[in-house]
């Protein structure tokens, strides 16, 4: 986790997401990487997210709410006090670019954090756990956008303490 952002509110948020969200501790949502206007998520691979097809598929919601769970808590790190701040979803745009079988980890970007408007950009890549063990990738997945099974961008309201 960068220097930049304090540690304990990387792990505060961390353990909000992993353990004390409903929604999101339900997906067995992971934090991999934090730091100051960049976040990479990971939820893995569960047979109850997926659409009735064979071979079975990740629903596309999920992509979406990585999508726009990881963008806004990029932008909520830009924040003076990220855990007194807030961020409220203005506008939410996602692109399904192909079918996902595997953990979806995303990486979203701070785009822009103005005064009370911030924008985040969000790639988001599938991969076989049985394939990819190493942690470091997934803190730093690919950004080829050839890997990417769906991308996004949102713009969040930000609510500054």
Known sequence: MADDFPAEAAAIVQRHIEDEH?????????VDAIERGRIVMTIPYDEKLTNTV??????????????DTAGGI???????????GG???INLNVNYLRRASGDLTAVAEVVRAGGSVGVSTITVVST???????????QSPSSDWNDAVATGQGAY???RE
Do not use: C, K, Q
């Open 22 to 30: 409903g929604y999101l501790s339900w997906l067995n949502t992971r």
């Open 54 to 67: 064979s071979p079975p598929t990740i629903h596309g919601g999920i992509a979406a709410t990585l999508i």
């Open 74 to 84: 990029a932008l909520r790190t830009m924040l003076d006090d990220p855990l007194a």
């Open 87 to 89: 961020v409220a979803t």
């Open 128 to 138: 076989d756990p049985e394939e990819d063990s190493d942690v470091a990738a997934r």
């Open 157 to 159: 309201r930000l609510f």
